[in-house]
């Protein structure tokens, strides 16, 4: 490489000589010239221009302003073209030289020398036809021009230059303030000359800018063809823009085929389709800058001895030097102290050893291949990050390595078309960190069992998936993959690797039908995991996604660390298993079917802002464990069919609303069995099953949704809220249902009925429901120990809290203790049951009822029926001051047809429409009214001993009224009243 110091302009002078005239050679070719003659119609004048010589030789000298001479015709079969301005003229001097149809043959100097020393400056154009033909063998060359002090040097030839001699070149303009062009169309041809003096033997040689103020171009433009045994083309700028592009044929034996250097520029060097450029011992194709960035773009064939090398971190060269040691024969050269190293190939690169060597010390280096590249070892990077985008070829031959990655970092990335031969690998492992890459826009397909340390591509860290491609990854991988663009997409069950970690950040990670598993699985910027079949993450640590899930198959959460899922899925139809660890959803999530448990435990959280739809969902399956919490204003999961909880055997699933979360069932009940917990607590928390319609059901048949509690416990706190079509507590099962229901601004509610131990069904059931604190309750029909064998306990406690049975079309309002199985009801301290039509204690034949009203409690119906058939059992007591039984315009019935005891005492208080003791004739009832204070007040008729038996008791200071009275009503029937203690 050529160097021109900075600051030494002597130095630069003898730097680039290249066969250049110095002055005294100038004088001399011109000394004694005014005595040649001028031929005229060979050559044509314009401007203040004095010709000397226009017959073996042609000679002119540029007086001032603008000048022009024209040749034609010419054969100088020993002589040649001189073309100079004067030295004491008053530039600027503007000089154009054009030759046609001519034929030079020079054996002394070039065979044409244009040569400036004028302080004003020069601008020099010089134009060689297509039938123009020089030979020069005995010094400078076929063209020479050089501007001594300023200006600009314009050449466009398609001359057939053939030169020899120990400084010649082909074509060489230099200038010192200014910048040059060269344009080549013809056959340039340096033949081989023993002991050549240095910086010579050139085919195209254009240097510039070294004393401009502003940058500016140095350019050559090349399609013609040029053998050359020095650099074939070479351009110096010392301010700007140093370019080479070629079209045409370029070779050298010593060195490069095409160079471009600037110590302060951009170097950009094109070899388009029909290049073909090559070295015998160099680079076919080098660029350097200092500070500046370099391209290179090779769309033909280049050739040289080592094929591609990227190498940073090269010894700083002293200022202003021009020359950096090369690494012998590789096919490509660029290296740039400061700046990025750019190389586009879309043709051919071969060699004997690398074939690009490119080089930054300080910036960065790209090479895209779309060709071939080929070599020993097929590309070799050292310390600079080293980008590599490859849609071709790129082969190490002889046992080489397709690709050496060096210090720096490296990027891999492979486009569609791509083919690698031979070994990827690190020579410096313990340094820089390197990415493989699967982009572009055009699907493809790569062997994931191709990475390891003993596979084809190794040392990578980082797995990326870039660009709108669509890649499948076949075989059997070990590494995970982040994927910001396009699909990665598993061609097999191993393809992605057992527990590895997965990014996912606008991509698609794509299961396929397959059974593939996902280590961890993060994501910051969205994207998606697809699956047909199942995608099992079985993520141990803690990590995000905010990213959807789309397809039809299953996503597993399998691991036991978290897992947030932050983003937003609309369109995944599938299941949604979380099998171990915790999920957290704070984003939107959608599934067919939702499931949480696992053999140990699997949480699902709906936090704050998140939200979760499905079809259907389970919690705690068989033999397994399963928790759902859903908390925070805004947390919702609407599930649109059923739900069950904890149902299975050896299952245990529990339900969690807090702080303003919500659930609901569309259309669908919600079914718990043992191994279920519910529980929801706080204002704005609430469990709506049955939602579909927003009006109440008609009947059973048109519910949308039941709250079916078989076993488990259920507790509705602090302002929660529970809104049910109806609900079975304690429906069915070994085990009883318990459930609390307490606070003020807590309320159940059930457009249906409420029914706490069996279904009504035939099933056996135990339900236990306590309401407290305030709670508000309502159903449409109420029973308790609905079916035979079942059992149903209601408490109600504490001033505020209330049970409505309520009444509407088909619903007559009817509150029934003790249906067919055992049912007991208790309301103290304050709280309040209301039946808008009937309170039955003891329903059906074999029942056993219990209403016990203490402690201030209250009961209001608008009749009642104690021991309603044959062998049904039914109380009721109304015990403490306080405590209060109002039966509005029907009677109180006590052993309707079975047997029933009132119990009026302590102060409590009864009052009726009437009513009739012993109604039936298989009934048996009792009425005690005791203790000061305790009363029954009838508006009607008190029948004691109707048609079955009766007995009041009335005592201590009880007191019973009634308008009228019967006592053993008819023939057979037995009535007994029993008045005793003080008033």
Known sequence: MQVKHLNARATVRQAIRAGLFTSAGIVGLLAGASALRAEPGVCETTGDLTLFACDTSIAARAESGETSLTVTGANLTNGNINYNPNSAANGPLDMALTVTDSVVNSTDYGGLNIYSGNSGGTNVQVTLGEDVSITSSAGYGGIWVRNEIAGDVDITSGANLTVSG????????????????????????????????????????????????????????NSGTVNAQAAGIRTVNYSGLSKIENSGTVTSVNNQALIAWTPNGEVVIVNNAQGDVSSQSGPAIQGASQIGDITVTNQGQATGTVGITAIAGFDEQEPGSGTLTATAGSGVYARTPEGDVTLINSGQLSSTASGLDLDSANGTVAITNSGTIGGVDGIVTNAAATTIVNSGTISGTDGGAAIVMGSGDVTLELHAGSTIEGLVRDSAPESGTNALVLGGGTDASFDAGSIGAQAQYRDFETFLKTGESNWMLTGEGSTGWTVEEGTLTAGSDTAFGVGQAYVVNGGTVDGGSHSVSLGSLNGSEGGTVATAGAVTITEDATSSYAGAFSGTGTIEMAGAGTLSLTGASADFSGTLAITNGTTQITGSQTAAQVTVGGAESAQLNILSGGSLESDTASIGMSGTTGSVTITGAGAEWVNGGGIQIGRDPGSSGSLTITEGGAFETVQGGLYMGAGGAITVSGEGSALRIGTLHPELPADWVSADGWFSADE????????????????????????????????????????????????????????????????????????????????????????????????????????????????????????????????????????????????????????????????????????????????????????????????????????????????????????????????????????????????????????????????????????????????
């Open 166 to 221: 120990t400084e010649t070149g082909g074509i060489s303009a230099t200038t010192n303030a200014g910048f040059v062009h060269i344009g080549n169309s013809g056959d340039i041809t340096v033949l081989e000359t023993p002991n050549a003096a240095d910086f010579t033997q050139r085919g195209i040689y254009a240097d510039g800018g070294f004393g401009n103020t502003e940058p500016g171009e140095v350019t050559v433009t």
């Open 712 to 983: 488990g416990s259920i507790t509705i706190t602090d302002g929660g809220l529970l809104d049910a079509d109806g609900s079975y507590i304690g429906g069915g099962g070994e085990g009883t249902a318990t459930m609390v229901v307490s606070g003020t601004e807590t309320v159940w509610s059930n457009g249906l009925s409420l029914y706490i131990g069996g279904t009504g069904n035939g099933t056996i059931g135990h339900g236990d429901v306590t309401v407290s604190g305030g709670a508000t309750v309502t159903s449409y029909t109420s029973a308790l120990g609905v079916d035979t064998g079942s059992t149903g306990t209601l408490t109600l406690t504490g001033e505020g809290t209330t049970y409505t049975v309520l009444a509407r079309d088909g619903f007559a309002g009817n509150m029934r203790v003790g249906y067919s199985g055992t049912g007991t009801a208790t309301v103290s301290d304050g709280a309040l049951l209301a039946a808008t039509a009937l309170i039955d204690v003891a329903s059906q034949e074999g029942s056993s009822g219990t209403l016990i009203i203490e402690n201030g409690g209250q009961v209001s119906g608008e009749s009642m029926r104690i021991g309603g058939a044959e062998t049904a059992v039914g109380s009721v007591s109304v015990d403490g001051t306080g405590s209060t039984l109002q039966i509005g315009s029907r009677r109180i019935g006590v052993g309707v047809s079975g047997e029933g005891t009132l119990m009026v005492s302590n102060g409590g208080s009864a009052s009726s429409d009437g009513a009739i003791i012993g109604w039936e004739a298989t009934g048996k009832g009792t009425a005690t009214v005791t203790g000061a204070g305790s009363e029954w007040a009838n508006d009607g008729t008190l029948y004691v001993g109707n048609v079955g038996e009766g007995t009041l008791n009335i005592a201590e200071g009880g007191r019973v009224t009634s308008t009228d009275g019967y006592v053993g009503t008819v023939a057979g029937s037995k009535g007994t009243v029993d008045i005793s203690g003080t008033d």
